[in-house]
C-alpha cells in the first residue's frame, strides 16, 4: 500500500473519531452556562487558596513571601494558582470570556437535526473507509478493520 493511501485511511479514522466524541458530547449536553461559571469561580477561589501570604518570611529573611499548599510539583498549577491569588479579576475575566465563546455553539439541551447531520456523515465517512480496506485488500496490502467496524456498512446496507 502507499502512503498517500495509509495517510487517507488514517485521516478519515481521525475524522470518525471526532464525529463519534461530538455525536457523544451532543447526546449528552452539557450544562448549563450559569451552573459552568459558578463551577469556574470555585475553581479559581479554590486555586488562589493553595497560595498564603507569609510576610513574615521575608521580615525574618527566611525564604518567600508566600507559601504554596498545593501538593502538584506541576509548574503550571502553581502559576495558575499565583495568577488566581494575585490577578484574580484578569483570570476570572479571561476564562469568563473563553466559557461564554465556546458555550455560544454548544448544545446545552439534545439538537436532534445536528444529531441527524452528523450521524449521516459519520456513515458516509465510515462507507469510504470500508471502500478503502476493500481496495486495500484487493491491491494485496490489506488494511485492517477497526474492532468496532459498523456491520452494516461491511455488509453494505
Not at 457523544?24 to 469556574?40: D, Y
Not at 465556546?102 to 470500508?130: G, H, M, N, V
Request: charged letters at 35%; a negative charge; one cysteine or more.
Amino acid at each position: 500500500m502507499n502512503d498517500k493511501h495509509e495517510k487517507k485511511v488514517a485521516e478519515i479514522r481521525s475524522r470518525i473519531d471526532r464525529i463519534r466524541t461530538d455525536l457523544e458530547n451532543l447526546r449528552a449536553g452539557v450544562r448549563p452556562l450559569e451552573r459552568a461559571k459558578e463551577l469556574l469561580i470555585r475553581h479559581i477561589e479554590a486555586a488562589a487558596g493553595l497560595i498564603e501570604p507569609a510576610p513574615q518570611n521575608v521580615a525574618g529573611h527566611r525564604g518567600e513571601p508566600y507559601y504554596y499548599g498545593g501538593h502538584s510539583q506541576d509548574p503550571a498549577r502553581a502559576a495558575f494558582a499565583f495568577a488566581c491569588r494575585f490577578n484574580r479579576a484578569a483570570v476570572e475575566n479571561s476564562l469568563m470570556a473563553e466559557l461564554e465563546e465556546f458555550y455560544a455553539d454548544a448544545p446545552t439541551i439534545k439538537d436532534p437535526d445536528k444529531i441527524e447531520k452528523l450521524q449521516t456523515e459519520l456513515r458516509a465517512l465510515l462507507s469510504e473507509e470500508e471502500a478503502l480496506v476493500v481496495e486495500a485488500k484487493r491491491r494485496g496490502d490489506p488494511i485492517a478493520r477497526r474492532a468496532d467496524a459498523d456491520v452494516g456498512v461491511i455488509l453494505g446496507l
